[in-house]
């Protein structure tokens, strides 16, 4: 039983259609689901991807419209990381979007202030591309290569981080795919969760694993929630050690489970329990760019 790397890193926004301007337009990203946080229906949770929608390139937001901006601090993930093809790729890159080379990466923020780096791709997982036709193909972002994060006491994980069969470096690699996660030390600031920062890092799992992960997780010192069904995944949901919240989230049933893959983002998506909700659900909600558009023209 292994984690097959990175699932998806849901993150804070206070400016959706600036958001979708961003990941969809200038990293062009794919759109693969607007739907809501289903802890908060009043807001939205909104999926960026490749072309299919594939746990391990997925980077997710929840708007907090207004959000002030936040900071990462001691038990939070501050870098969210992604592979690219080669140099070449991470040129073009800095000229797209700016930022700093450093060790063979590129370090950027996105508007809110999230920090984001670029890897050359030296796995030999495939590469989870979107079709994005204001991106060259040679350069378009990968998926995930990992996430870093700040502890000032990175031992105290270490049972946890075992239990789950990281291995050392801490890598969670499964049979397909395999994403990192660093710790740093932290600053002294205390982190604020708001705009900008990430809210949590999921973990990818075989669908019928769910309870043996839980118990993991239990035999580690976690303290996980039941098995709870998110529609297009099902989860649990615990902190580790450190303080980062962790969710283990299933390959399956995937975006498609309620609108075709043609059309993957383009509507508001409700899980059936919500659907009653919709009308006032659409009052609330904010306008948001075409994610088709931006990815043409920026």
Known sequence: MKLEGVHHVTCITGDAPANVEFYAGELGLRLVKKTVNQDDPTVYHLFYADERGSAGADITFFEYPGSPPGRAGDGMVHTVCFRVGSEESLDFWQSRVGGTRADGSLVFFDPEGLRLQLLVDDSEDEPLVADAPNVPSQHRLRGFAGVRAYASQPARSEPMLRALGFADGWEARGDARGGFYVYDAPPEERGLQAAGTVHHVAWASQ?????????????????????????????????????????????????????????????????????????QVERVLTPLPNPRAARQGA
């Open 207 to 279: 669908p019928d694993e769910h309870e043996a992960w839980r118990q993991r997780v239990i035999d580690g010192g976690g303290q996980p929630t039941p098995v709870i069904d998110r529609f297009y995944f099902k989860s649990i949901y615990f902190r580790e050690p450190s303080g980062v919240l962790f969710e283990i989230a299933t390959l399956g049933p995937g975006f498609t489970a309620d609108e075709p893959f043609e059309t993957l983002g383009e509507s508001l998506s409700l899980p059936p329990s919500y659907e009653q909700y919709r009308e």
